[in-house]
């Protein structure tokens, strides 16, 4: 077999940024390669949900009155498994779990990081095979070092992030993250069995033909959000438009295809729920960290999203992210 060198994995090229920084520890590298490791661990079991007893229910309900599949538990346990193992993180939180996760021993009470997921967004779709995925983010701890972690290192505004990344198990598997210094997506190569480097330095392009919302509550939300939509469904010569709509119903391959394509995904509060739906610390936090790296916007309607100081772990919001000239667009009539 012949091995292209020209194509970077993920191990290589995080080493390779991090001969960049001689002063850096490697823990965040150490700490990324360790959720590479569990994507692949999931992503076996993703494609053979259809052949074992692993799919439907669990038989039991998160913290959020949802019920919870059997791979959320499983991919669940395996992101906290590996973390927990490694040297690089002082604890987890994750949106199955009702409280934060101490690793409470000597290597990762000196650990600089913790980690917060979503493990495996969009199980709802797994019955249906329909992509699905993980989300997680990495934040630099403000308690003391040496000591366990504590609830606050997790109640951080979203700017404090140090990384956020997605894995997306669809047709082929990839795992995209950013850092400050970019976006960059890997794709599993599975004759070797590494996520080798697909999409150096991701932009997500200033505007697009797309936008992802769920139709079927448009009257449940704001009018000035229903404006907007109306304005998406418009042909007008200042925005391009008519937009197409696409909406998956799983949130990782929305704002993935919006991102590489251009577009807008909305995820507004309705009348049922007037905080949002979506969870600012596992879903909203990340992705707009990845997209405002990546040149987009992200709000929740009222302010930039990595601005809001959280009160909770499970805390939600209305979530709106995507290409800039879009998002412009958008906030013109929210504030109209």
């Known amino acids: 077999m012949i091995i292209n060198r020209n194509i970077l994995t993920l191990d290589e090229f995080t080493i390779q940024q ?15 390669r360790d959720i590479g490791l569990a994507a692949k661990r999931v992503n076996v079991e993703v494609n053979k949900a259809g052949l074992v ?11 959020q009155g949802e019920e919870v599949k059997k791979l959320d ?12 193992h490694g040297i690089s993180c002082a604890g987890i939180a994750s949106e199955e779990l009702d409280d934060i996760v101490v ?12 980690c917060m997921f979503d493990p495996l967004d969009g199980s709802g779709n797994i019955d249906v095979n329909i992509s699905i995925g993980t989300i997680f983010s990495v934040y630099r701890r403000v308690s003391e070092l040496g000591k366990p972690a504590t609830k606050e290192d997790f109640l951080q505004p979203g700017h404090q992030q140090v990384a956020a990344g997605y894995i997306i198990y669809g047709s082929s598997t990839m795992l995209v993250y950013a850092t400050r210094r970019g976006v960059n997506g890997f794709t599993l190569d599975q004759s070797i069995g590494e996520f080798s480097l697909s999409h150096a330095n991701i932009k997500c392009p200033p505007s697009g033909k797309i936008y992802s919302v769920n139709h079927g509550n448009f009257f449940q939300y704001d009018e000035k959000v ?7 469904q418009k042909k007008d010569k200042t925005t391009g438009g008519p937009y ?5 119903g799983s949130m990782v391959a929305d704002v993935h295809r919006n991102l590489l394509k251009g577009g ?4 507004p509060a309705t009348t049922d729920k007037p905080k949002g739906k ?3 610390l596992y879903e909203c936090n990340p992705f707009a960290f990845i997209v405002e790296v990546a040149g987009g916007k992200a709000t929740n309607g009222k302010q930039r999203i990595l601005d809001v100081v959280p009160s909770e772990l499970h805390q939600r919001t209305p979530f709106f992210v995507g290409s800039k000239d879009m998002m412009g667009e958008l906030e013109s009539c929210l504030t109209a």
Request: proline share 1%; with cysteine; net charge neutral.
């Open 278 to 280: 979506l969870r600012l």
């Open 73 to 84: 538990i499983y991919a669940n346990n395996q992101f906290m498994g590996v973390l927990k």
């Open 244 to 248: 197409t709509q696409r909406y998956i």
């Open 53 to 63: 007893d692993i799919l439907g229910d669990y038989g039991t309900t998160n913290i």
């Open 226 to 232: 229903r404006s907007y939509i109306n304005l998406c």
């Open 103 to 114: 690793f409470n021993d000597d290597v990762s009470n000196n650990s600089k990081y913790i």
């Open 18 to 32: 991090l001969r960049d920084f001689p002063q850096a520890t490697g823990e965040l590298s150490s700490l990324l």
């Open 264 to 267: 807008i995904f909305m995820y």
